[in-house]
């Protein structure tokens, strides 16, 4: 049974920093790129990054290029997402993902506010 689950969200200011975790088990985590959603109110789900396998390569979104880095530990089967700068549109709830073969998984969700 594929698990995937969020920690890290909160209240946080205007210029601030956010590092959340994804802690993944239930398949082989060191075989699968893993991605960052999320889904601010009244919005459609959008992607933020993607980190290949061995985390050797990353994409990401223009709404956190040069602010996020996503990255991963395969001997702790998690993965992290940190954006600097923050602005109130990061406010959202930031989903962990992982396509295996054609199943798509989703963790619960973390919340993330953005507010002075």
């Known amino acids: 049974q594929v698990h995937l689950v969020e920690s890290g969200g909160g209240l946080l200011q205007p210029g601030g920093s956010l590092r959340l975790s994804c802690a993944a088990s239930g398949f082989t985590f060191n075989m699968y790129a893993m991605s960052w959603y999320r889904q601010a109110p009244g919005k459609e789900r959008e992607l933020v990054a993607t980190i290949n396998y061995n985390g050797e390569s990353a994409n990401y979104a223009n709404s956190v290029e040069g602010r996020c880095t996503i990255t991963r530990d395969n001997t702790k089967n998690t993965v992290y997402l940190q954006i600097n700068s923050l602005k109130p549109e990061d406010t959202a709830v930031y989903y962990c993902?992982?396509?295996?073969?054609?199943?798509?998984?989703w963790g619960q969700g973390t919340q993330v506010t953005v507010s002075s």
């Open positions: 993902q992982v396509i295996i073969i054609i199943q798509t998984y």
